[in-house]
Antibody, heavy 123, light 107 residues
Framework: EVHLVESGGGLVQPGGSLRLSCAVS????????MDWVRQAPGKGLEWVGR??????????EYAASVKGRFTISRDDSKNSLYLQMNSLKTEDTAVYYC??????????????WGKGTTVTVSS | DIQMTQSPSSLSASVGDRVTITCRAS??????LAWFQQKPGKAPKSLIY???SLHSGVPSKFSGSGSGTDFTLTISSLQPEDFATYYC?????????FGGGTKVEIK
């Protein structure tokens, strides 16, 4: 069974940093693209960014709202995905979901979701 | 960026009702459209991809249709476990974008 478990959330002051982790099991992590998606309190879903697999050179994509402040990385040997968040703003307060991409019809798309970890940016 | 607009933003329906939710893209996205279900306090669950293909394990009471800019999600006979918020999402181009959500409530 596929499992994705996020950790690392918490309370941080504006301007601070936080690193989220996503530990996965039940599938071959190194084969898959992975995403981070967030949800501010009482709001909808917002895509944060994507990590491609080794076959695609581990390249990344980011939403404009986080580009230059957030960095997605992965360690295939540890079956783990990371989200380094710097220069945090109050508007980054959200539940952050780790999402596995599946390969369907020759395209990668959001497939299996973790339960999420909560990040609160406040002074 | 491609804007995704869902309507209605909320609806009230009874058990057994047929419910249809609409999603419109600001530009053509072929059939690169997914639907997700989210219950309160829970993570989203993937329902549909490629506008009309059900993910494994998703019951056939859910169906999707559309191509280009206009899409629909239909629940054929609403059951208590279907009361939730539904989101559409395009994966035609970056950034990936979601609709604002449709909350399906009990009448």
């Amino acid at each position: 069974e596929v499992h994705l478990v996020e950790s690392g959330g918490g309370l941080v002051q504006p301007g601070g940093s936080l690193r989220l982790s996503c530990a996965v099991s039940g599938f071959t992590f190194s084969d898959h693209f992975m995403d981070w998606v967030r949800q501010a309190p009482g709001k909808g879903l917002e895509w944060v960014g994507r990590s491609r697999n080794k076959a695609n050179s581990y390249t990344t994509e980011y939403a404009a709202s986080v580009k230059g402040r957030f960095t997605i990385s992965r360690d295939d040997s540890k079956n783990s995905l990371y989200l380094q968040m710097n220069s945090l703003k109050t508007e980054d307060t959200a539940v952050y979901y780790c999402v596995r991409d599946g390969y369907y019809d020759y395209l990668w798309l959001l497939d299996v979701w973790g339960k999420g970890t909560t990040v609160t940016v406040s002074s | 960026d491609i804007q995704m607009t869902q309507s209605p933003s909320s609806l009230s329906a009874s058990v057994g009702d047929r419910v249809t939710i609409t999603c419109r893209a600001s530009q053509g996205i072929s059939n690169y459209l997914a639907w997700f279900q989210q219950k309160p306090g829970k993570a989203p669950k993937s329902l549909i991809y490629a506008a009309s293909s059900l993910h494994s394990g998703v019951p056939s009471k859910f169906s999707g249709s559309g191509s280009g800019t206009d899409f629909t999600l239909t629940i054929s006979s609403l059951q208590p476990e279907d009361f939730a918020t539904y989101y559409c999402q395009q994966y035609n181009s970056y950034p990936l974008t979601f609709g604002g959500g449709t909350k399906v409530e009990i009448k």
